[in-house]
């Protein structure tokens, strides 16, 4: 009976200390992540970045029409549908005149590779990460948080730092459009009075992602009304006209023409499909 009671005495002690513990943990990373968000981070602010989030193309994982296999694999950046294959984002933009190769990082972790580029005539630099497509709801809440200014973030690139996440001036998503499959709990408020622009390469993508913009003080370029692909032909054009300071209107046109051009549709379905602003 007395070693029944003092086990009983351990496990209690046991499971409260690592309660407390537990509880402990979370409150030093509350208090670190605060330390994070209110630090101001030094980085260029002549080099101007563009953000672009991509959810891998994913059979397994996301709510999609099955791709063949080998392109639906959204653990291989390598062969993916949206990253490495002609007019995946790594590929296109490799094959751009207009922008210039500087390096990939292989990530380990919920981003599997990232990729940067810098403009050949203007201070700008493109950065695009590419997700586990298993991680496609991480990806989303990302692009969001970043879009409100929420997730800021710095980038050494040899000896210059750039801003990237919310310090972006221009995010992208491209990918499924993981909101048709599940829900988000979070707001997306501004938190620092800044517009950002955006552009959104995904089925319906204004439907399912401006009830979470409406506080976000977010700039749309781009985004869709219906079902399309969103290959990277639309979103290189795009930026072409951003980089040139044109309009929305503009903007929206050049995509369009990309799309009806690859999609092989007539140029008014295409506007019809890639809408601008709310």
Not at 48 to 61: P, R
Not at 84 to 91: I, L, Q, T
Not at 264 to 271: G, L, N, P, R, V
Request: one cysteine or more.
């Amino acid at each position: 009976m007395i070693k029944l009671l003092q086990y009983s005495t351990f496990v209690f002690c046991f499971l409260f200390l690592a309660c407390s513990n537990d509880k402990q943990i979370k409150k030093t990373i509350t208090s670190s992540n605060k330390t994070e968000e209110e630090k101001a981070i030094p980085y260029d602010s002549d080099a101007k970045t563009i953000h672009i989030f991509v959810a891998l193309c994913d059979n397994k994982y996301q709510g999609i029409v099955p791709v063949p296999e080998k392109i639906g694999n959204g653990q291989d950046p390598d062969n993916n549908l949206y990253w490495s294959c002609a007019f995946g984002v790594r590929s296109y933009f490799k094959k751009s005149k207009e922008w210039k190769f500087v390096e990939s990082r292989k990530l380990k972790s919920v981003k599997l590779e990232r990729i940067i580029f810098r403009h050949t005539t203007k201070n700008y630099y493109l950065i695009a990460d590419a997700y586990d497509g298993k991680f496609i709801k991480e990806s989303t809440i990302d692009f969001l948080n970043s879009s409100s200014g929420k997730n800021k973030d710095t980038l050494k690139i040899g000896k210059t730092t750039i801003g990237i996440g919310g310090n972006s001036k221009l995010l992208a998503y491209v990918g499924h459009d993981g909101l048709m499959d599940f829900q988000l709990n979070e707001t997306f408020e501004n938190t620092d009075k800044q517009k950002r622009d955006i552009i959104i390469l995904a089925c319906y993508s204004k439907k399912y992602f401006a009830p979470h913009l409406e506080k976000s003080n977010v700039n749309p370029l781009v985004w869709t009304t219906g079902l399309m692909s969103p290959e990277a032909y639309t979103l290189h054009d795009a930026i072409s006209g951003y980089l040139l300071n044109e309009s929305n209107e503009q903007i929206r046109t050049r995509a369009s023409k990309a799309y009806s051009k690859y999609q092989k549709c007539s140029e008014k379905a295409a506007k019809n499909l890639l809408v601008t602003n709310f």
